[in-house]
């Protein structure tokens, strides 16, 4: 079951900032919060992790709220390539690599 | 350096028929997951392997298993196939922690 919760679907327009908000209010105080994406046909594609600390790499920068119940991803100058469904999520407690995906955010990013 | 690459790419079976699906680590990764994605829903985990151990396993019938080999890549196996079992069947490697990188699956269409 997934624990986190994200907006169905989203738009923004090329060259814009894309900013993808999900909430996490389960998560524990050791867990990461992880962002995938995955665009049409392909397997999802991992972008950014993060524990407390704000993250920042090449594809995007990660806030997390002070509290760790919520999170955004921001893509700085979206692209029509970053057109894709976008899941946030909050890794299983087991330790395995058991992840729930849950439906995630369609970002279409518009010309 | 390769991705993980899965085989076949598509495949059509009939149903109560077998199939055996492959999948090719990154190097020096020794976890394999294995993850079936249904249209319109994110990916569902089913195992996880680590140096040829199960770790992990989702909540899947019997007639789904896996193994993983010396060289660390993995099959996927399900016996008596379902129409339901129709799906885009995804591997990912990693190493023991960190982020999971996934192949482009295998299409799966049961008849």
């Known amino acids: 079951d997934a624990k986190t919760t994200q907006p169905t679907s989203m738009d923004c327009a090329e060259g814009r900032a894309a900013n993808l908000p999900c909430n996490h209010s389960?998560?524990?105080?050791?867990?990461?919060v992880y962002w995938y994406r995955q665009i049409h046909s392909q397997g999802p594609q991992y972008i950014i992790h993060?524990?407390?600390n704000n993250e920042t790499n090449e594809m995007a920068s990660l806030i997390i709220t002070e509290d760790r119940k919520s999170s955004t991803l921001i893509l700085p100058h979206a692209t029509l390539r970053d057109t894709a469904v976008y899941y946030c999520?909050?890794?299983?407690?087991?330790?395995?690599?058991?992840?729930?995906f849950g439906t995630g955010t369609r970002l279409t990013v518009i010309p | 350096d390769a991705g993980v690459t899965q085989s076949p790419t598509h495949l059509i079976k009939t149903r109560g028929q077998h199939v055996t699906l492959r999948c090719s680590p990154i190097?020096?990764?020794?976890?394999v997951s294995w993850y079936q994605q249904v249209l319109g829903q994110g990916p569902q985990f089913i195992f996880q392997?680590?140096?040829?151990?199960?770790?992990g396993r989702g909540n899947f019938p019997d007639r789904f298993s896996a193994r993983q080999f010396p060289n660390y890549s993995s099959e996927l196996n399900v016996n008596a196939l379902l129409l339901g079992d129709s799906a885009l069947y995804l591997c990912?490697?990693?190493?023991?922690?960190?982020?999971?990188?996934f192949g482009n699956g295998t299409r799966l269409t049961v008849t």
């Open positions: 389960t998560i524990s105080g050791n867990e990461y």
């Open positions: 392997y680590y140096e040829k151990e199960e770790r």
């Open positions: 999520i909050d890794p299983d407690q087991t330790g395995a690599n058991n992840l729930f």
């Open positions: 993060g524990l407390k």
């Open positions: 990912a490697s990693s190493h023991a922690v960190g982020p999971l990188h």
């Open positions: 190097s020096g990764h020794k976890s």
